[in-house]
C-alpha cells in the first residue's frame, strides 16, 4: 500500500508563475521529509527536506510547508523557470534509514 | 560532492540472462539501496544494505538479489531476466546515521531493456 501519495501526476505552469506540488502520507510515524526532483535519463537529486518539529523551510525560491495534522505536505516553487520543467518526487522518512516515495509529479513550465 | 556511480547508462539483455548491475559510491556512506523506478510508480525499493555482507528486502525483492562484499560497492543481480524487468534503476547511498539530516544521493540510473 502506497503510503506516500502525489496525487497529481502533471502539472503546467507559466514561466514566473508559482508551482504547488502537493504530497499525503498515511505513516504518522514519518518525521522526515524530502523533495527530489528529476531529470529524464538521470538520477534523483536532493531539492529541500523539512523534519516533522517545522512547518515550513525555505531555500531561495523553493519552500516547503507540512501540516503534520492533515498528513499533507508542498512544495512552492516561486518564480517557476523552464529549467524547473522536471519529475518531482516527494520522500519520506520515518527513521531517517528508510525513505518512501511518491509516484512523482512531472511539471512542465511554460515560457 | 558524494558520487554515486552505476556502470552502465544503458543495457539490453535477452530474457533467462543473467544481469548484474554494479554500483560504487565514494563517501565511505553506510546505507546503500537499488530502486527501480517504472511510470505512475514511482520509486520502489528492491533491496537495501546498512553495512558490508547484510542486505535488507525492500518492497519489491522478487527476482532479484544483492551482494555488498566492500562498503563502497552494492551489486543488484537479476538471476533469469524477464520482460517485467525492464525498468530503470536506481542505485543510492546515505550517510547511515539516522538522524533527520539524512538523505539519499543517487547515481545515473541505468536503463534496462530485457527482450
Known amino acids: 500500500d502506497q503510503q506516500v501519495k502525489q496525487n497529481s501526476p502533471s502539472l503546467s505552469v507559466q514561466e514566473g508563475r508559482i508551482s504547488i506540488l502537493n504530497c499525503d502520507y498515511t505513516?504518522?510515524?514519518?518525521?522526515?521529509f524530502l523533495w527530489y526532483k528529476k531529470y529524464p535519463a538521470e538520477g534523483p537529486t536532493f531539492l529541500i527536506s523539512i523534519s516533522s518539529i517545522k512547518d515550513k523551510n525555505e531555500d531561495g525560491r523553493f519552500t516547503v510547508f507540512l501540516n503534520k495534522s492533515a498528513k499533507h505536505l508542498s512544495l512552492h516553487i516561486v518564480p517557476s523557470q523552464p529549467g524547473d520543467s522536471a519529475v518531482y518526487f516527494c520522500?519520506?522518512?520515518?527513521?531517517?534509514?528508510?525513505?518512501?516515495f511518491g509516484t512523482g509529479t512531472s511539471l512542465t513550465v511554460i515560457p | 560532492d558524494v558520487k554515486v556511480t552505476q556502470s552502465s547508462r544503458y543495457l539490453v539483455k535477452r530474457t533467462g540472462e543473467k544481469v548484474f548491475l554494479e554500483c560504487v559510491q565514494d563517501?565511505?556512506?553506510?546505507?546503500m539501496f537499488w530502486y527501480r523506478q517504472d511510470p505512475g510508480l514511482g520509486l520502489r525499493l528492491i533491496y537495501f544494505s546498512y553495512d558490508v555482507k547484510m542486505k535488507e528486502k525492500g518492497d519489491i525483492p522478487e527476482g532479484y538479489s544483492v551482494s555488498r562484499e566492500k562498503k563502497e560497492r552494492f551489486s543488484l543481480i537479476l538471476e533469469s531476466a524477464s520482460t517485467n524487468q525492464t525498468s530503470m534503476y536506481l542505485c543510492?547511498?546515505?550517510?547511515?546515521?539516522?538522524?533527520?539530516?539524512?538523505?539519499?544521493?543517487f547515481g545515473s540510473g541505468t536503463q534496462l531493456s530485457v527482450l
Open positions: 520522500a519520506a522518512s520515518p527513521t531517517g534509514n528508510q525513505f518512501y
Open positions: 563517501m565511505d556512506h553506510e546505507n
Open positions: 505513516n504518522s510515524m514519518f518525521d522526515y
Open positions: 543510492a547511498s546515505s550517510l547511515g546515521t539516522g538522524g533527520v539530516e539524512e538523505k539519499l544521493f
